[in-house]
């Protein structure tokens, strides 16, 4: 029998909705039962694409002796993160500060009522093992404690909820304090935290594009520094160019690899990271480091979208799962299944010619480096012949059961049951979530502008702008932004990264395509709505959740560190100065100014958490404005300037091609396009 989540529209939540469990969705009904029933509340948050969350739900929370103890002792609440990152921002925090890490799922113990936490985990095994209790005796000894130990209980409480409140006020100091030697220093460590290499034996490799994208911005400037940021901007690309994380036969990237190595990767695909990936290669490419791995990185991941990710109305979905089926009689999904090689498979599909240059060009043995099977990773760089990219679509026809230029459209599976009875005519695909995310389509619309700003093809600007016209017409209801989208019903209020990263988005075509003047339009419009009900007018910055939308959390966060997306707040300061700039409205610039300097003494104090304020630093340090002639745009948006913001003007002196202005001053105008970018690099540096 099916409980309340049944009716979910999270995909997440609607995987639990079999559980013998009595799932309730985090409600005011969920609360206020807990609470008058004096039950601790176990709230536990995932993911549909999350390989652990996925184990646990086969596990522990299928378990019928689990199942009974838990709905007669607590009241268990199942979160998606992806609809409530507030909810998880602020009860992740909580489990750092009780076991000094985290992770998804993640499961706390919450006390009725003041939904304070008290206990917390990440993945609990069913029974004893991995050095970890068996989950019903976590249970049983959580229980025990709530009704036994009530002075331990609140002194635990009030330690924990005094650190959440503390964390949200920071010190803030005056504009003198932001510098560059402030922002080398953040280069600086930041570039550091990307150094880490394939010596490092046993450490997981993540994208961490945020890092990776200060790195390269910061090495245009002339400092010392332990770090070649240039050099290790390139090698991060070809890293993930070149390695397992990136599908070579399907394109779109993997979310991490679990070796130092890029090799095997945990195989979903989410969205976030590879809107991220675009718009890093193509910078990349831009600034000169023309490795042709990463042009076809970005066409096959462009390709991937456009096959499997995109809505028919435009949108983009939001992730592929990890795991797959291999046949449809099987229970439970294979990690990788979808994605990986058998040696005696490949034998069978390609010639002994083919095999060979197959193994000359990717890591390819008998005894493979996954679980038997093998994951395919370019040992070099450089331009794949021809004869390689034929024998990789072999692959693809293999995978998809077509050529990859029979396919456009691929329709995904939505759920298990989908992808066991639909007729596959290659392998059983992972299970895509469908939902919309207007903070995961604003990046990948980031990466698609930005790669057609670079690149110049067309279609990337069709999915893009589609994707961006999608949400302007779409996720407003009744004057409020919303933040997600199923199958065409707009639900959740927005938070602060939906609005920050569609306001970069909307800036991002603008700078594509700066004859354009809708979307600065739009994202005018869109920054005085955020403004207007997430802004701090006592401490400076942007709250995660609007403030008309927080009655249930414990606090009011404001976003400043960078985790695999950038953090709100970094984004959202770089924003107000690239508007400030484009509409010569200072009230922009003295609000971003504010801004940084409410973060100022984080910045200060702990630079490797925040590269987006760097970035954003950056900016407010350097911001340039280039007034020119339509006809100079396309030399000028291809390269790679990052504090760059550009201006059609008519009405230039004569003989000029492009005026520069950086801050409140501008040089004399260039006579030349050899002289607009000298004078571009002169004042960018």
Known sequence: MSNRLASAQSLYLRKHADNPIDWWPWCEEALETAKTQDKPIFLSIGYSSCHWCTVMEGEAFSDSAIAEYMNANFLPIKVDREERPDIDSIYMQALQMMTGQGGWPLNIFLTPGDLVPFYGGTYFPLEPRYGRPGFLQVLQSIRRFYDVEKEKLGALKQEIIGGLKQSTILPISTSDSLTEELLYRGVETNTGVISIGASDFGRPSFPMIPYASLALQGSRFQFESRYDGRQLSARRGEDLALGGIYDHVGGGFHRYTVDSTWTVPHFEKMLYDNGQ????????????????????????????????????????????????????????????????????????????????????????????????????????????????????????????????????????????????????????????????????????????????????????????????????????????????????????????????????????????????????????????????????????????????????????????????????????????????????????????????????????????????????????????LVRTKEEQLQALISQYFPTVVYRIESDLPEKAVGIICRGLSCLEPAQSQAQLLEQIQQVSD
């Open 277 to 624: 990936i675009l718009e890093y290669l193509s910078n990349l490419w831009s600034a000169g480091i023309k490795e042709p791995a990463f042009e076809r990185a970005i066409a096959g991941t462009v390709a991937w979208l456009k096959r499997e990710m995109t809505a028919p109305e435009g949108y983009f979905y939001a992730a592929q799962d990890a795991d797959s089926f291999t046949s449809a009689e099987e229970s439970e999904p294979e990690e990788g299944a979808f994605y990986v090689w058998r040696y005696d498979e490949l034998e069978k599909i390609l010639t002994a010619d083919e095999l060979e240059e197959l193994k000359a060009a990717f890591t390819i043995t008998e005894k493979g480096n996954f679980e038997g099977s093998n994951v395919l990773q370019r040992k070099e760089s450089g331009k794949l012949s021809d004869s390689l990219e034929a024998i990789l679509d072999k692959l693809f026809e293999v995978r998809y059961g077509a050529k990859s230029t029979e396919i456009e459209t691929f329709v995904p599976a939505r759920n298990n049951q989908e992808a066991k009875t639909s007729d596959w005519k290659g392998r059983i695909p992972a299970v895509t979530d469908t939902k919309m995310i207007a903070a995961w389509n604003s990046l990948t619309i980031s990466g698609l502008a930005r790669a057609y700003a670079v690149f110049g093809e067309p279609s990337y600007w069709e999915l893009a702008t589609r994707a961006a016209k999608f949400i302007l017409e779409h996720q407003w209801v009744k004057g409020r932004f919303h933040r997600l989208n199923y199958e065409g019903q707009a639900t959740v209020l927005a938070q602060s990264e939906d609005y920050a990263f569609f306001i970069k988005a909307l800036l991002d075509l603008q700078t594509a395509s700066p004859t354009e003047s809708f979307w600065l339009k739009k994202a005018v419009e869109v920054q005085q709505e955020f403004d207007e009900f997430f802004w701090s007018l006592e401490m400076g910055g942007y709250f995660n959740t609007a403030a008309d939308d927080s009655g249930d959390l414990l606090v009011r966060e404001r976003s400043y560190i960078d985790n695999a997306t950038p953090a709100a707040n970094g984004v959202a300061i770089a924003n107000l100065i690239r508007i400030a700039l484009l509409t010569e409205n200072l009230e922009y610039l003295d609000r971003a100014e504010q801004g940084l300097q409410a973060f100022s003494a984080v910045l200060q104090q702990s630079p490797q958490a925040c590269p987006s304020l760097f970035a954003a630093l950056d900016w407010y340090l350097h911001a340039t």
